[in-house]
């Protein structure tokens, strides 16, 4: 499958994910989706990303805002509810908050990101 192809199908799954947050009390904005290899990095010299290789830069991966009664939060069993879902959708999907899906709340944390990583 073509990179166009995955970045077709991961946008058609963040829809979904989009839906299902709303059915189950979360409300969402959107962060970055796509990120230059520039803003890059700026995040890996600031610690706030681990890798050059992001999946943001082949606009595969999102970051959004996750709101719970009015309020914006980063707690990762309040959003694991949607990195559970986002598993779901595909084989390659992986939500930030648990990179090894071992459900566990362990190493390095990215709670509002979720990518299909190919
Ligand atoms: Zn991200």
Redesign the pocket.
């Known amino acids: 499958m073509s990179l166009s192809m995955h970045q077709r199908v991961f946008t058609r799954n963040i829809a979904k994910l989009i839906v299902y947050a709303y059915q189950h009390g979360l409300e969402l904005t959107f ?2 989706a796509y ?1 230059t290899a520039e803003q890059q990095e700026i995040y890996v010299k600031a610690g706030k ?1 681990k890798t050059m290789n ?3 830069l082949r606009r595969l ?3 959004f805002n996750v709101f719970t009664n009015n309020k914006l939060t980063y707690d990762w069993a309040t959003v694991k509810i949607l990195g559970d879902y986002w598993e779901t959708l595909h084989p390659s999907n992986r939500w ?1 908050g648990d990179w090894n899906k071992n459900n566990i709340k362990d190493g390095f944390i ?1 709670v ?4 299909m990583h190919i």
């Open positions: 962060g970055e990120r990303s992001s999946d943001h991966a999102v970051d930030g990215d509002p990101h979720f990518e």
